[in-house]
């Protein structure tokens, strides 16, 4: 058995002998194995892989090991929200759920079509389930009125995965936070997403780690005719943390808007790597990604929009990305790509990295504020612009964290 | 009686070691309390450096002489220290600052000077009623001081921003760089009456202006001609007419 699991992975790291060996205790599932072969093509991603270059996974996690420092406080509100709770050993979820929101825990695992495209989140679908979790938790979503749900990743251990499903039906709306608060040396996460005809989601990730993790979210979207998604990262980064959504517009008048912001400290990593297919006529696409980053942080944005020649005529999007090098020795790493092959589109990228404003900063200081303090209100309104757009409930929730982090 | 600015023999530079460049040179200039003094020069003079340099803004080094505020050196002192010992400048090109509304900017700016000075910070009901009472009489509409600070402002809009700053900091000495510029007659008057309601036995200001033009609102008690980073030439409130007329040629040969 082991020998056979071995070869799995080519010249495999204790890290991944270990993901191995877990894959090995799950009970057996042609689908499963399905997915974790997708994870297995290539083992912990690793920066000699397009997609990597700047995020590496088979460097940063040499071993699975429970990490020093406990989870993050769960800065988000809870009340008037269904509260689940995955830690890498349990699972909770409200005892009763109202009409319109349907729960079913799948001992199984449900097939995961794409899953070489994203190997952590292949690596999640593949080891999620286990004692008392899930492999597969799935929603079905009728109501335009149900309740926030609030999903919070927590709690020590080596690893924790989860897997979830979502299934939004048409004219139905979904307000979905989740908070990823640390605690397990590798979290790795996959939510996909199906928006029927006219459908909602509005999505908040809030994410803070400890600078001895992984940690790796993936976000995968359908968008239906005239679906509207809405999502709105925030993320404080670990060793290694990266935050994947891929989005494809599969039905004409879908509108999409992705914002993120990230702030990452002394050996930090946040990574934002979007990706969103215009495999629709005239959908929008409205992306957002601002960044702060200090000395010894490391910053990373990948976006790309794929736009048919065919299916992609009057798409209308546009992607921004701005960061803010707050100190000497800060890194960003940024790619902006647009593939665009039709001709009746309106696409527009900016891509900006730099230094707070000399001329502001003077201003503000004139004024009486002082330096500290003036470059934390600049920078505070600087990435609020991108979490503007959040939920109300955890909006101002999101802001006070980045203020807090900006002024200490 | 001790000027209240006290700038002597200040000379300063502008730009990196090798291509520093000497604006200020020999500069020495008094301004007693209750004094109003204009500062005219040509374009290039070194009128803007001159108020960067006591502000505190970084990228001019001082290379002589001093610059005292009631007796106290200001030059060593950061941008902020400086504001809260009551130096106010009004820019001549205000910057945009998105996301930040005009109240919560002046009302972090007043409560780090006064907390700099260990008072007591300004309560939200006090504060209100004053930002009310001096947008009135600026004829500012209150809608305007919930946006970000000179974000989409007409360049007249900035100016009677930065009188609002000021008359809402109540600052000791007040630095006016080219606030006529940009501005139509009606704006010109109502930041004029702005300026001269902040004139005060306590306080001094130095309004450094290109033209004679605002000099008519804004009586001066001296005017003096700053050239070749020096004043040259000090007077009476008719040397303004007299350079208006005969120009800074006429008036920099008969000093030279």
């Given at each position: 058995?082991?020998?056979?699991?071995?070869?799995?992975?080519?010249?495999?790291?204790?890290?991944?002998?270990?993901?191995?060996?877990?894959?090995?205790?799950?009970?057996?599932?042609?689908?499963?194995?399905?997915?974790?072969?997708?994870?297995?093509?290539?083992?912990?991603?690793?920066?000699?892989?397009?997609?990597?270059?700047?995020?590496?996974?088979?460097?940063?996690?040499?071993?699975?090991?429970?990490?020093?420092?406990?989870?993050?406080?769960?800065?988000?509100?809870?009340?008037?929200?269904?509260?689940?709770?995955?830690?890498?050993?349990?699972?909770?979820?409200?005892?009763?759920?109202?009409?319109?929101?349907?729960?079913?825990?799948?001992?199984?695992?449900?097939?995961?079509?794409?899953?070489?495209?994203?190997?952590?989140?292949?690596?999640?679908?593949?080891?999620?389930?286990?004692?008392?979790?899930?492999?597969?938790?799935?929603?079905?979503?009728?109501?335009?009125?149900?309740?926030?749900?609030?999903?919070?990743?927590?709690?020590?251990?080596?690893?924790?995965?989860?897997?979830?499903?979502?299934?939004?039906?048409?004219?139905?709306?979904?307000?979905?936070?989740?908070?990823?608060?640390?605690?397990?040396?590798?979290?790795?996460?996959?939510?996909?997403?199906?928006?029927?005809?006219?459908?909602?989601?509005?999505?908040?990730?809030?994410?803070?780690?400890?600078?001895?993790?992984?940690?790796?979210?993936?976000?995968?979207?359908?968008?239906?005719?005239?679906?509207?998604?809405?999502?709105?990262?925030?993320?404080?980064?670990?060793?290694?943390?990266?935050?994947?959504?891929?989005?494809?517009?599969?039905?004409?008048?879908?509108?999409?808007?992705?914002?993120?912001?990230?702030?990452?400290?002394?050996?930090?990593?946040?990574?934002?790597?979007?990706?969103?297919?215009?495999?629709?006529?005239?959908?929008?696409?409205?992306?957002?990604?601002?960044?702060?980053?200090?000395?010894?942080?490391?910053?990373?944005?990948?976006?790309?929009?794929?736009?048919?020649?065919?299916?992609?005529?009057?798409?209308?999007?546009?992607?921004?990305?701005?960061?803010?090098?707050?100190?000497?020795?800060?890194?960003?790493?940024?790619?902006?790509?647009?593939?665009?092959?039709?001709?009746?589109?309106?696409?527009?990228?900016?891509?900006?990295?730099?230094?707070?404003?000399?001329?502001q900063m003077f201003y503000l200081r004139q004024r009486g504020i002082p330096e500290t303090q003036a470059r934390a209100m600049l920078t505070e309104a600087f990435?609020?612009?991108?979490?503007?757009?959040?939920?109300?409930?955890?909006?101002?929730?999101?802001?006070?964290?980045?203020?807090?982090?900006?002024?200490? | 009686?001790?000027?209240?600015?006290?700038?002597?023999?200040?000379?300063?530079?502008?730009?990196?070691?090798?291509?520093?460049?000497?604006?200020?040179?020999?500069?020495?200039?008094?301004?007693?309390?209750?004094?109003?003094?204009?500062?005219?020069?040509?374009?290039?003079?070194?009128?803007?450096?001159?108020?960067?340099?006591?502000?505190?803004?970084?990228?001019?080094?001082?290379?002589?002489?001093?610059?005292?505020?009631?007796?106290?050196?200001?030059?060593?002192?950061?941008?902020?220290?400086?504001?809260?010992?009551?130096?106010?400048?009004?820019?001549?090109?205000?910057?945009?600052?998105?996301?930040?509304?005009?109240?919560?900017?002046?009302?972090?700016?007043?409560?780090?000077?006064?907390?700099?000075?260990?008072?007591?910070?300004?309560?939200?009901?006090?504060?209100?009623?004053?930002?009310?009472?001096?947008?009135?009489?600026?004829?500012?509409?209150?809608?305007?001081?919930?946006?970000?600070?000179?974000?989409?402002?007409?360049?007249?809009?900035?100016?009677?921003?930065?009188?609002?700053?000021?008359?809402?900091?109540?600052?000791?000495?007040?630095?006016?760089?080219?606030?006529?510029?940009?501005?139509?007659?009606?704006?010109?008057?109502?930041?004029?009456?702005?300026?001269?309601?902040?004139?005060?036995?306590?306080?001094?200001?130095?309004?450094?202006?290109?033209?004679?033009?605002?000099?008519?609102?804004?009586?001066?008690?001296?005017?003096?001609?700053?050239?070749?980073?020096?004043?040259?030439?000090?007077?009476?409130?008719?040397?303004?007419?007299?350079?208006?007329?005969?120009?800074?040629?006429?008036?920099?040969?008969?000093?030279?």
């Amino acid at each position: 058995m082991t020998t056979a699991l071995r070869d799995f992975i080519k010249n495999p790291t204790a890290a991944e002998l270990e993901l191995v060996a877990r894959y090995g205790m799950q009970p057996e599932d042609a689908r499963r194995e399905r997915a974790f072969l997708a994870f297995a093509e290539t083992g912990l991603p690793h920066r000699r892989m397009e997609g990597w270059k700047w995020t590496d996974f088979k460097a940063a996690l040499k071993a699975l090991e429970t990490p020093a420092a406990a989870s993050a406080k769960d800065p988000l509100p809870d009340d008037g929200a269904l509260v689940f709770r995955f830690t890498p050993k349990g699972f909770e979820a409200p005892a009763k759920l109202p009409d319109g929101i349907r729960m079913v825990v799948q001992p199984g695992v449900q097939a995961f079509p794409g899953a070489e495209d994203v190997p952590m989140g292949a690596l999640a679908a593949a080891l999620a389930g286990g004692g008392k979790r899930p492999a597969t938790l799935a929603f079905e979503i009728t109501s335009s009125e149900a309740p926030r749900l609030h999903f919070v990743f927590e709690g020590a251990g080596e690893a924790s995965f989860a897997r979830i499903v979502f299934l939004v039906r048409s004219g139905a709306s979904l307000t979905l936070t989740e908070s990823y608060l640390g605690g397990a040396g590798l979290t790795a996460s996959v939510l996909e997403f199906d928006l029927e005809r006219g459908a909602k989601l509005n999505r908040t990730i809030f994410q803070r780690g400890g600078a001895g993790e992984a940690l790796a979210v993936t976000g995968i979207a359908h968008l239906g005719a005239e679906a509207e998604m809405t999502q709105t990262t925030l993320a404080f980064g670990a060793k290694v943390a990266r935050m994947e959504t891929r989005v494809v517009h599969q039905a004409s008048g879908s509108k999409l808007n992705l914002n993120a912001a990230y702030l990452s400290g002394k050996g930090f990593h946040a990574d934002i790597t979007t990706n969103v297919r215009h495999g629709a006529p005239s959908c929008v696409t409205r992306q957002l990604t601002k960044g702060a980053v200090l000395d010894g942080g490391t910053g990373v944005f990948q976006g790309k929009f794929f736009v048919p020649r065919k299916t992609g005529q009057h798409t209308d999007a546009d992607m921004q990305h701005q960061a803010l090098l707050l100190e000497d020795g800060a890194q960003v790493f940024a790619k902006p790509e647009l593939e665009i092959y039709a001709d009746d589109v309106e696409c527009a990228h900016g891509n900006t990295c730099g230094a707070l404003d000399d001329a502001q900063m003077f201003y503000l200081r004139q004024r009486g504020i002082p330096e500290t303090q003036a470059r934390a209100m600049l920078t505070e309104a600087f990435i609020a612009e991108a979490l503007g757009m959040a939920d109300e409930a955890v909006r101002d929730v999101l802001l006070a964290e980045a203020q807090n982090w900006l002024s200490s | 009686m001790r000027p209240m600015l006290k700038i002597t023999d200040l000379s300063a530079t502008v730009g990196e070691d090798s291509e520093a460049k000497t604006i200020l040179n020999g500069l020495s200039l008094d301004v007693p309390a209750g004094e109003v003094h204009a500062i005219m020069g040509p374009n290039g003079a070194g009128k803007s450096t001159l108020s960067y340099v006591l502000t505190g803004r970084s990228g001019y080094e001082v290379t002589g002489g001093s610059a005292t505020l009631n007796g106290e050196d200001i030059l060593g002192m950061d941008p902020e220290e400086r504001a809260a010992k009551g130096m106010f400048l009004s820019f001549q090109y205000p910057v945009e600052i998105p996301g930040v509304p005009v109240m919560t900017f002046v009302r972090t700016a007043m409560n780090a000077q006064r907390k700099a000075r260990g008072e007591a910070e300004i309560s939200a009901p006090d504060f209100i009623k004053k930002s009310r009472d001096v947008a009135k009489m600026l004829n500012l509409d209150a809608e305007m001081l919930k946006r970000p600070v000179n974000v989409g402002f007409s360049g007249g809009e900035k100016k009677r921003l930065e009188i609002y700053q000021m008359m809402m900091l109540e600052p000791k000495f007040l630095i006016l760089d080219e606030t006529d510029s940009g501005l139509d007659i009606d704006a010109l008057k109502t930041v004029a009456d702005g300026v001269n309601a902040m004139r005060d036995p306590s306080r001094g200001m130095l309004v450094i202006t290109h033209y004679q033009r605002l000099l008519d609102y804004i009586k001066p008690d001296k005017v003096h001609v700053l050239a070749k980073g020096r004043i040259i030439k000090t007077g009476e409130a008719d040397l303004a007419l007299r350079l208006e007329k005969e120009g800074y040629d006429g008036v920099l040969g008969e000093a030279a």
